[in-house]
Nanobody
Framework: QVQLVESGGGLVQAGGSLRLSCAAS????????MAWFRQAPGKEREFVAG????????KYADPVKGRFTISRDNAKNTVYLQMNSLKPEDTAVYYC??????????????????WGQGTQVTVSS
């Protein structure tokens, strides 16, 4: 069982930045792709960004392209989401998930398991 702990959320004004972290409890984390998803009130959980197990490929949802950057540090069992130029519509609970397919690049909810508890991001206008 892998435990994921997200952190770094908070309240920020539009145009500001936040850096989210997702720490995994097991070293096997470094062998699997990771992804960030988000869920706003009353909406489905949606894909934000994904990264391969070694970090050589990434994928982003259109609404965050050019503003968000996903990265990982396998030595620290941690994946990051740098969020710049934040907008009110980015307000959501952000979750990280572990990809099911070792050499894949997850972008759908069913392609991930072992979700964290989430961290709230609120962007004020």
């Amino acid at each position: 069982q892998v435990q994921l702990v997200e952190s770094g959320g908070g309240l920020v004004q539009a145009g500001g930045s936040l850096r989210l972290s997702c720490a995994a409890s097991r070293r096997t984390f470094s062998s699997y792709p990771m992804a960030w998803f988000r869920q706003a009130p009353g909406k489905e959980r949606e894909f934000v960004a994904g990264i391969t197990w070694n970090g050589d490929s990434t994928k982003y949802a259109d609404p965050v392209k050019g503003r968000f950057t996903i990265s990982r540090d396998n030595a620290k069992n941690t994946v990051y989401l740098q969020m710049n130029s934040l907008k009110p519509e980015d307000t959501a609970v952000y979750y990280c998930g572990v990809g099911v397919v070792r050499y894949g690049l997850p972008s759908r909810r069913e392609e991930c398991n072992y979700w964290g508890q989430g961290t709230q991001v609120t962007v004020s206008s």
